[in-house]
């Protein structure tokens, strides 16, 4: 049964890190590129940031300096580090597995972000 398991989301304070982790069950996890979405209330899901099997990532403009993806392939896992959170950053967080060879995608269940004071 595949599933990928989003945790690490929490309250936070403007400025402050988090770092969000997203744990595969089922899948060749070297083989899928990996990427973390988000969706804040009203508005539509958004790419955050990517990173391929070979490590090459993507940032959206928004993110850029200020969130990092990486994954370890032995974990099975893909992390998002969240630093300088602004209220604007506040959504669910949705971590995406796709694999180009397979035309296979599976989604999360989300994990809350939420930038307060």
């Known amino acids: 049964q595949v599933q990928l398991v989003e945790s690490g989301g929490g309250l936070v304070q403007p400025g402050g890190s988090l770092r969000l982790s997203c744990l595969a069950h089922?899948?060749?996890?070297?083989?899928?590129?990996m990427t973390w979405y988000r969706q804040a209330p009203g508005k539509q899901r958004e790419l955050v940031a990517s990173i391929t099997r070979g490590g090459g990532t993507n940032y959206s403009d928004f993110v850029k300096g200020r969130f990092t993806i990486s994954r370890d392939n032995a974990k099975n896992t893909v992390y998002l580090q969240l630093n300088s959170l602004t209220l604007e950053d506040t959504a669910v967080y949705y971590c995406?597995?796709?694999?180009?060879?397979?035309?296979?995608?599976?989604w999360g269940q989300g994990t809350q972000v939420t930038v307060s004071s």
């Open positions: 995406n597995g796709n694999s180009t060879a397979t035309s296979r995608t599976f």
């Open positions: 089922g899948i060749a996890f070297n083989l899928y590129t």
